[in-house]
Each structure stands twice: as C-alpha cells, then as structure tokens.
Nanobody, 117 residues
Framework: QVQLVESGGGLVQPGGSLRLSCVASGSIFRINAMGWYRQAPGKEREFVATISWSGGTPYYTDSVKGRFTISRDNAKNTVYLQMNSLKPEDTAVYYC??????????WGKGTLVTVSS
C-alpha cells in the first residue's frame, strides 16, 4: 500500500501565502509524478499542478500560473505547493496525487485551505 499525507493547510487572508507538503510512503519503488488537485465547496475536483519525478517542466492550471509553484524533494518522497497571492477563490480542500510504480494512482485525504478576511 501507498500512503500520502498532506499538511500545511489553514486560514489565510487574501494576498497571503501558504506552503503545502505531501509525503509519500509505503510500497514505492518508483515515483513517476506527483501533483495537487483541489475541490471547492459545491464543485468538482480540479487539477492544480503536477511535476515529474525525473525532471521536466511542471504544469499548472491557468488560474494559478504565476502565483503557485510546485516543487519536489526526491530523497524525501515529498512534493510541495507554494501558494502566493492567495485569493478567496482558492479556498478548497487540496488533495495530493501520486502516480507510482506501474502507473498506479493514489490520493491523500486532503488539507483545507481557506482564504478569507
């Protein structure tokens, strides 16, 4: 089994910053990519960002480009999401996703980000 544990969510004012972390553990012999998705109240889960474990250009949804940065620490099996210039519309539960081993997808339980004054 593979476990993903997110951390770093919380309440922040508009314009503020947060850094999310996600650690992957368990029966992993290869991480192909990790990423972040989010689900706002009453909406479907949507893609936010993804990064390949072997290098290459990260991908972002248009609404976060220039504000969010995804990065990884291969040695720690950890992916980060630095979120700057946060807006109320960024409020959501943020989920970590990992594609590992033979292209198996796993999800974390999510961490809540609330952007409000």
């Amino acid at each position: 089994q593979v476990q993903l544990v997110e951390s770093g969510g919380g309440l922040v004012q508009p314009g503020g910053s947060l850094r999310l972390s996600c650690v992957a553990s368990g029966s992993i012999f290869r991480i192909n990519a990790m990423g972040w998705y989010r689900q706002a109240p009453g909406k479907e889960r949507e893609f936010v960002a993804t990064i390949s474990w072997s290098g290459g250009t990260p991908y972002y949804t248009d609404s976060v480009k220039g504000r969010f940065t995804i990065s990884r620490d291969n040695a720690k099996n950890t992916v980060y999401l630095q979120m700057n210039s946060l807006k109320p519309e960024d409020t959501a539960v943020y989920y970590c996703n990992a594609n590992v081993n033979y292209a198996n997808d796993y999800w974390g339980k999510g961490t809540l980000v609330t952007v409000s004054s």
